[in-house]
Nanobody
Framework: QVQLVESGGGLVQAGGSLRLSCAASGRIFSINTMGWYRQAPGKQRELVARITSGGTTTYGDSVEGRFTISRDNAKNTVYLQMDSLKPEDTGVYFC????????????????WGQGTQVTVSS
């Protein structure tokens, strides 16, 4: 009914840049906070960045100043611009959003994408 699809991951050299996109589709009534999380091999999932419907942003300490989150409400899409990438940024990046879904009534639920791999080489 509702899907989040990430794109833009890949392999990049240290110091390079990538731009991730996540598009939500389905019977969407509203999209509230959207964000990005990542998980490196053998490590816990951590917050990368999130943005409210009003545009307020929050960043994880390790990416502050290097990554920028933005959204296009008309396209139901959130972006993550990643600059000055480091090898420790390597991991699977997951899109997350709390979405009001049209059903018998509007129900707000938390949704996750399947993830996109980001690999930063030395």
């Amino acid at each position: 009914q509702v899907q989040l699809v990430e794109s833009g991951g890949g392999l990049v050299q240290a110091g390079g840049s990538l731009r991730l996109s996540c598009a939500a589709s389905g019977r969407i009534f509203s999209i509230n906070t959207m964000g990005w999380y990542r998980q490196a091999p053998g490590k816990q999932r951590e917050l990368v960045a999130r943005i409210t419907s009003g545009g307020t942003t929050t960043y994880g300490d390790s990416v502050e100043g290097r990554f920028t989150i933005s959204r296009d409400n008309a396209k139901n899409t959130v972006y993550l611009q990643m600059d000055s990438l480091k090898p420790e940024d390597t991991g699977v990046y997951f899109c997350n959003a709390d979405i009001g879904v049209l059903s018998f009534a509007v129900r707000v639920s938390d949704y996750w994408g399947q993830g996109t791999q980001v690999t930063v080489s030395s």
